[in-house]
């Protein structure tokens, strides 16, 4: 794999990820993968690895996250109603701060394009849980390569498919391990556009994408299940809206649903909405 084939993001807003240098492509390029890597173990249809570079911390980290990747693994097929294939989990110092900020990608909205997920390592993170945060990393990419299979609607490089998979993600940590990647609050600074009858052809834009999480909350305030909202799809949120409502009136009703309400995070509507 190289640089040259489009990456599927997951980075904080603003962020943006260094380069890889000369010598971390020549280690990587005798491995098949995008970082040198050593194989720890596997679980169904998961397979754990991590650069070594990253010493006993890393090796630690990547035997927890083999301990911790079958169940959000099974709520994905669950949630999509769609049985999963195999997937590598590669846990590598993306940014060289190992604390989670450098985010993960991969690149395919499928298991034979993007199965292989890298990971930054949370080692150092000092903030949130860094198991529940790598796990977060881990379920916004493995969702993401659910989408294809099951095709219903989601792109994962698309507006409404980063907005799901940033959602379950959150949906299968504790509330706030995944705040600094919080969208929401830039769809309000933005004026609250419409991305709810639209969907904009790119996972990079937070202010489309900060739309799209705040839906699934309103959607889950309302009642929805996570497995409903996923199965019913749309190449639109108000396509999945209008599935599972009956209504064309997405985007009227969740601005009537916020009005008076201030944006600070993902979750406008309670903190106990996952």
């Not at 249809?45 to 890393?58: E, Q």
């Not at 989990?89 to 993306?94: H, K, R, T």
């Not at 009005?259 to 979750?267: K, M």
């Amino acid at each position: 794999m190289t640089d040259r084939i489009e990456t599927r993001e997951l980075l904080p807003i603003g962020r943006r990820r260094k380069p890889k240098t000369a010598e971390q492509r020549h280690a990587a390029a005798r491995t098949g993968f995008d970082y040198p890597v050593t194989q720890v173990g596997a679980t169904g249809n998961v397979t754990i690895y991590y650069d070594p570079i990253l010493g006993a911390p890393g090796l630690a980290l990547a035997r927890q996250m083999l301990t911790d990747v079958s169940g959000p693994y099974d709520d994905m097929q669950s949630f999509f109603g769609t049985a999963g294939a195999a997937v590598s989990v590669v846990i590598a110092p993306l940014d060289g701060k190992t604390d989670g900020s450098a985010g993960a990608y991969h690149y395919g909205c499928d298991f034979t394009a993007g199965g292989v997920l890298y990971l930054d390592a949370t080692f150092t993170n000092a903030t949130v849980n860094p198991l529940d945060l790598e796990t977060g990393l881990y379920v916004a990419e493995l969702s993401e390569a659910f989408m294809g299979p099951q095709d219903r609607g989601w792109n994962c490089g698309y507006s409404n498919g980063e907005a799901l998979s940033r959602f379950l993600a959150e949906h299968e940590t504790p509330v706030g391990t995944m705040d600094a990647f919080a969208a929401g609050p830039a769809w309000d600074q933005a004026g609250r556009p419409d991305w709810i009858d639209k969907t904009e052809s790119t996972d990079q834009n937070s202010v489309s994408t900060g739309c799209g999480v705040i839906f699934f909350y309103w959607m889950r305030s309302l009642g929805f299940p996570v497995p409903q909202l996923v199965q019913a799809g749309g190449a639109t949120l108000s396509a999945n809206y209008q599935t599972l409502t009956g209504k064309r009136t997405a985007y009227r009703d969740l601005l009537a649903a916020l009005s008076g309400v201030t944006i600070t995070s993902d979750n406008p509507f309670g903190a106990t909405i996952v």
